[in-house]
C-alpha cells in the first residue's frame, strides 16, 4: 500500500495562488495521479489529472487556472492553483486513480 500525504493549502484571497502537494511513500512512475476536491455540502468532484507519460487533463472549472505536475524523482505531485476563486473553498484530495489510496485532505479557502 501506498501512503499519500499532501501539504499546501490555507487562506488566501480571491485572484490570489496556492500550491498543493502530495508526496507518496513509493514509486508514482508507473501511476496517473489524480486531484479531487469537497466543497461544503456537495458530492467530491474530480480537479484534474496527470497520466504516466505526463499528459494532463482538466476540469472545465479549473481550466487556464490550475496545473498538475508531477516530479517521479520525488514520488510527488503537485497542484499549482492561480487566479483562485470564492468557488475554488474545498478540501482537496489527491489519489491514484486505480486504487482506493487518497490523501488526507487539505483545506483551501478562499475569500471574497
Known amino acids: 500500500q501506498v501512503q499519500l500525504v499532501q501539504s499546501g493549502g490555507g487562506l488566501v484571497q480571491a485572484g490570489g495562488s496556492l500550491r498543493l502537494s502530495c508526496a507518496a511513500s513509493?514509486?508514482?512512475?508507473?501511476?496517473?495521479m489524480a486531484w479531487y476536491r469537497q466543497a461544503p455540502g456537495k458530492q467530491r468532484e474530480f480537479v484534474a489529472i496527470?497520466?504516466?507519460?505526463?499528459?494532463?487533463h482538466y476540469a472545465d472549472s479549473v481550466k487556464g487556472r490550475f496545473t498538475i505536475s508531477r516530479d517521479n524523482a520525488k514520488n510527488t505531485v503537485y497542484l499549482q492553483m492561480d487566479s483562485l476563486k470564492p468557488d475554488d473553498t474545498a478540501v482537496y484530495y489527491c489519489?491514484?486513480?486505480?486504487?482506493?489510496?487518497w490523501g488526507q485532505g487539505t483545506q483551501v479557502t478562499v475569500s471574497s
Open positions: 513509493g514509486s508514482i512512475r508507473l501511476s496517473t
Open positions: 496527470v497520466t504516466q507519460n505526463g499528459s494532463t
Open positions: 489519489k491514484i486513480p486505480t486504487t482506493t489510496w
